[in-house]
Structure formats: structure tokens, C-alpha cells
């Protein structure tokens, strides 16, 4: 699905969409972030987890590739239905890989895709990333994807993250920056989205232009050395752009986000259908682009 390069690259990769089935899970009205009181903007609709399927460590972690080793104990924080979590495991093949989430229908998802790889070395805990139950310096690495954008207090995670990990270990972190979602053509309608998208998760209490912020909340989290890098991913194939837009047409009339936008009062139904429609159109245009930039942040425990 994702044309995921590096600033620069020509790759393009693609995918074939996973069809998996609806999953909730949380506490309180919405899903749950990887704490038990923070939201999760996204919920966990089918549409979200099928698209977060797709996702590989090769894709979201190459940033991190280079310091895990073949025996490397992993901590993947924000495992969601672990397409990621299984390539750890498969980097880490003398090592063990944890995945942590806290809701139950998600966590059956991941066990439901770490059975189906057949990977033997992969433990999955119902555990908050600001409370973890592991003693210190238990693993190698920590790793978040697309987890530190949806919570109220990052650097606490990033300092309970590095707790975790032995000196000379790594924490590494991945998040997008939902300002630098742009295409073409210029469209109103996807506009609207990322304005409603971004009021959505501040009322949320969180940072949706979270890559722009890694440093910043390392350093806060007594990490120094951060080595930062940044990566694109691009729509811009036909099957990647469609599988995209269909996917964000569908997500902004029935996922949390659609919900938390009317309840919270950012937009209507009405608003919210022509969102929908602006993806579709978007989607189904012959030369439609769309990009947006990952910022990488990679620190060593002292």
C-alpha cells in the first residue's frame, strides 16, 4: 500500500489490503491509547486495524534496523494487530519480542496475526506504556510506531521506554506529523479533514504533529545522543492512492474519529460525508498524489 521511501529514495512499495474483522476495546465511551486513560483518536474499527495491517517492521522500523541484533529482547510498545511486532520477531529470531496494548479485542487480533507467522519468540501483555511491569533494564530495545501522537504525556512514556532498557540499549520511536498531509489536487473536503483531525486529537489531549516534537520530548525524557532521521510515505499508484483514500473516506464516517468529530462538535454528519467524498474523488483521480513525512527519533540508555 504505502510508497514508504527515504527523503530522497524512488522506492515504492505495495501491499494487499488485510481484511480483518471489527475490534473494539478500552475503557470508557472510546478505545483506549496504549494507557488506560488516555483516547485513542482512531478507535478500532475494522477500516483502522485493516490499514495499520498492512504496516511492516521493514516499512517502520528500517530507522531502528541496525542496532537489533539477532538476540535482541524488543519491547514493542503500541502493538496494535502486530504486522510490525511479527518482523521483529523474525529480526530478533535468538531474541523475544513483547507487544504491549491495552485493549482485549485488539490483543486477540495480534495473537490471532503472531499465530497465523508462526513466530515462536513473541510474548503479548495487557500493560500501559506510563506504567510498565518490567523490571529495569529488561530489554534491548523499546520500540513505538504511531503511538506517542495519541498520548497526553509522551515524555513520561519515553522516560518509563528507556527505564526498561539496559545501558547501551535503545529506545526508538516513530511518528507522522498529520500538518505535512498534503496532495494533489487541492481539495477542500481533505482540507476540512486534517483541520478536524487535529482539533479531534488536541480535545483528546494529544499531539497530532507529533514527529515535529520527538526531539524536543526525548531530550525533556534525559535522553542526549538522539539521532534523528525522517522518511515519506506516498500515495500516488493507483492501488495505493484508492486503497488510501477509500480507506480515509471510510474512516471519517465510521471509526471513533467520525464519532469523537460530531460529539465533540468539530463537524457534522453532513461535513463528515463530504470528508468522505473528497477522499473518493481524490482517490479516484488519475494523477492524485498525497505525502507526509515520519519523523524518526533513535537514543542509547546511558
Not at 137 to 143: E, K, M, N, R
Not at 213 to 230: K, N, P, T, Y
Not at 241 to 247: D, K, L, Q, V
Not at 283 to 291: E, K, M, S
Amino acid at each position: 500500500m504505502y510508497g514508504k521511501v527515504a527523503l530522497g529514495s524512488p522506492r515504492d512499495p505495495e501491499r494487499v489490503l488485510v481484511a480483518l474483522p471489527p475490534v473494539t476495546g478500552g475503557t470508557g465511551h472510546y478505545a483506549a491509547a496504549v494507557t488506560s486513560g488516555d483516547v485513542y483518536t482512531h478507535g478500532h474499527h475494522a477500516t483502522v486495524v485493516n490499514q495499520h495491517a498492512q504496516r511492516t517492521a521493514e516499512d517502520c522500523a528500517a530507522f531502528a534496523r541496525h542496532v537489533i541484533e539477532p538476540d535482541a529482547r524488543i519491547l514493542d510498545v503500541g502493538c496494535g494487530p502486530a504486522s510490525i511486532t511479527v518482523g521483529l520477531a523474525r529480526w530478533a529470531s535468538r531474541g523475544h519480542v513483547t507487544g504491549i496494548e491495552v485493549g482485549d479485542d485488539i490483543l486477540a487480533t495480534a495473537k490471532a496475526t503472531v499465530a497465523e507467522a508462526e513466530v515462536g519468540n513473541v510474548t503479548l501483555d495487557k500493560e500501559s506504556v506510563y506504567e510498565l511491569p518490567y523490571d529495569d533494564g529488561s530489554f534491548d530495545v523499546a520500540y513505538a510506531h504511531q503511538v506517542l501522537q495519541h498520548l497526553s504525556d509522551p515524555v513520561a512514556a519515553i522516560r518509563e521506554m528507556a527505564r526498561v532498557v539496559r545501558a547501551g540499549g535503545w529506545v526508538a520511536v516513530r511518528d507522522s506529523d498529520y500538518s505535512t498531509m498534503r496532495g494533489y489536487p487541492a481539495s477542500e473536503g481533505i482540507t476540512r479533514w486534517r483541520q478536524v483531525y487535529r482539533q479531534v486529537c488536541r480535545h483528546n489531549g494529544a499531539e497530532p504533529d507529533a514527529g515535529r516534537h520527538l526531539f524536543s520530548w526525548f531530550c525533556r525524557a534525559g535522553l542526549a545522543q538522539v539521532q534523528m532521521s525522517a522518511s515519506v510515505w506516498q500515495f500516488f499508484t493507483p492501488t495505493s492512492r484508492r486503497n488510501w483514500g477509500y480507506s480515509w473516506a471510510e474512516r471519517s464516517l465510521k471509526s471513533s474519529f467520525a464519532a469523537q468529530a460530531v460529539e465533540y462538535g468539530y463537524a457534522t454528519a453532513a461535513e463528515l460525508d463530504d470528508i468522505a467524498a473528497a477522499w473518493r474523488a481524490w482517490a479516484d483521480t488519475d494523477d492524485g498524489y498525497f505525502h507526509f513525512i515520519h519523523s524518526e527519533a533513535l537514543a542509547q540508555v546511558a
